[in-house]
């Protein structure tokens, strides 16, 4: 994923309403407003989410877009309603992204000084050492 990618779902995903969304449609599907969503599916439709959050229509309309256009959602039209469901594999590809980015393997530890620690070259710490040190 690239960097601009994995930083506008981080985004979009930092707002607190649009986190709630996703943290209820991971639950199951909301007390539907319409028969078009088993509970299996995990969906909502923008007056479920009005329903349960007392947002405003337009607001829970803008934050699924704003979840649709960086992949956290999709959307789908049944009849006359736009029902969303979250996206998985778009969430296992943030957290795939952020371990890549931020979670540095053990194994390529550069022990150099101002590399990964503020240990001196002439320092009696060896990698193992440091490693240890630093996690403390």
């Known amino acids: 994923m690239k960097d601009q990618d ?3 779902r981080l985004h979009a995903l930092a707002d607190k309403s649009r986190f709630y969304i ?3 449609m991971a639950k199951g599907a909301i007390a539907t407003c319409c028969d078009r969503i088993e509970a299996y599916e ?3 439709c923008v007056g479920d989410v009005v ?3 007392g947002l405003s229509q337009p607001t829970v309309s803008h934050h699924l877009k704003v979840l649709e256009k960086v992949g ?3 959307r789908e039209s049944r009849g006359p309603w736009t029902c969303y469901f979250p ?3 778009a969430m296992q590809e943030l957290v795939d992204a952020l371990t890549t ?3 540095t393997p053990v194994h390529s530890h550069q022990h150099e000084q101002g590399a990964c620690c503020p240990c001196s070259h002439e320092s009696p710490m060896s990698p193992s050492t440091c490693e240890t040190s630093m996690n403390r």
Do not use: K
């Open 6 to 8: 994995l930083l506008e």
């Open 22 to 24: 996703l943290q209820l």
């Open 42 to 44: 995990n969906g909502c």
């Open 51 to 53: 329903a349960v959050t």
């Open 72 to 74: 956290l959602v999709r």
């Open 87 to 89: 996206n998985p594999q």
């Open 101 to 103: 980015v931020l979670i």
